[in-house]
C-alpha cells in the first residue's frame, strides 16, 4: 500500500471518530477524562520508579513527590471520570480566560499595527470561550471536552486527507 493512501486512509478514521464523538460529547468527554487519567498514572509510575533507583539527593525527593502527585490525581481521574472530566474543563476554562486577556493586552500594546483586530478579536474569542465554559461548569465539564475532542479529530483528518493528496500528486 503506498504510503499517501495510508494517510489518506487514515484521515477518514479520524473524521470518523470525530464524527463520532461529536455525536456523543459525553462518551467522549469520558473517553478523554479515562485517557488523560491512565497517562497520569503511567507516569506517576514511571517517575516513583525513577526516584526510587536514583542517587540520595533533593532531585530524588521532588521527583517522588511529583510522582506521587501524578498517580494520585491519576487514579482520583480514572475512579471518578465526571468529577475528573469537570476538573479538567475548569483547568481549560482558566487557560481560555487566561490566555484571552493576554491577546486582548497584545491587541491593544499593537493597536497601532495591521494585526490590531486580529489579535483583538482572538482574544475576545477565547475570552468568551472561557467565560462560556464558567457560565454553566457542569453541562461544559461533560461535554466540552468531548466537542473539542470531535473538532480536533475532524481537523486533523481533513489535514491527512489533504498530505495524502498532495503526496500522491508528488
Known sequence: MKIWLIWLLFGILLIAGGVLALANPFA???????????????????????????????????????GLLALLLGIS????????????????????????????FLAWM????????LLLLSGAVTFLIGVLIFSDVQAAGTQLLGILLGIDLIADGLGFIAFGLIARKL
Open 110 to 117: 499593537m493597536r497601532d499595527t495591521p494585526v490590531f483586530w
Open 28 to 66: 467522549a468527554t469520558l473517553a478523554v477524562d479515562i485517557l488523560v487519567g491512565a497517562l497520569f498514572v503511567l507516569s506517576g509510575i514511571v517517575q516513583l520508579l525513577v526516584a526510587f533507583r536514583s542517587d540520595a539527593g533533593d532531585g530524588r525527593v521532588w521527583t517522588g513527590l511529583v
Open 77 to 104: 481521574l480514572l475512579f471518578n471520570p465526571v468529577a475528573g472530566a469537570i476538573s479538567l474543563t475548569l483547568v481549560l476554562g482558566i487557560l481560555l480566560l487566561v490566555m484571552g486577556i493576554f491577546r486582548l
